[in-house]
């Protein structure tokens, strides 16, 4: 099976109808990528939730330790975690209640996008979520 991302057109609507994004691996420090991508999404008007274990506090949000500890739904699962880890997280988000998984630009697992696709999920892998809401405006 090959990976069939959701065109440009279907991600635009996507974003348009989605408020909450909890973001796994989001890091505290404004430096690195995921901090800066989540940022530009907070001020997008979304609701960015920090999945991180280490990370007491976030974009002034408090952090949460995995995806099973976030209350309420999720409308976008925005993974910031090696290749290697995409199927654990998956596995996670099988558990909680989420629309879309979505692995930032650079990231894609094969067994990962089988394992959601099967089950009806949306995925979107390796693209940078902040990136494709500019182009999608």
Known sequence: MNMEIPSREEIGKILKKSKRIAVVGLSDNPS?????VSKAM???????????PTAKEVLGVKAVPSLKDVKGHIDIVNVFRRSEHLYGVAEEFLQVDA????????????????LL???GYTVIMDRCIKVEHALTK
């Open 32 to 36: 690195r990528t995921s901090y800066m």
């Open 42 to 52: 907070q001020d997008a008007g979304f609701e960015i939730i920090p999945v991180n």
């Open 99 to 114: 629309d879309v998984y979505w692995a930032q630009l650079g990231l894609a697992d094969q067994k990962t996008y089988e």
């Open 117 to 119: 696709k099967e089950k």
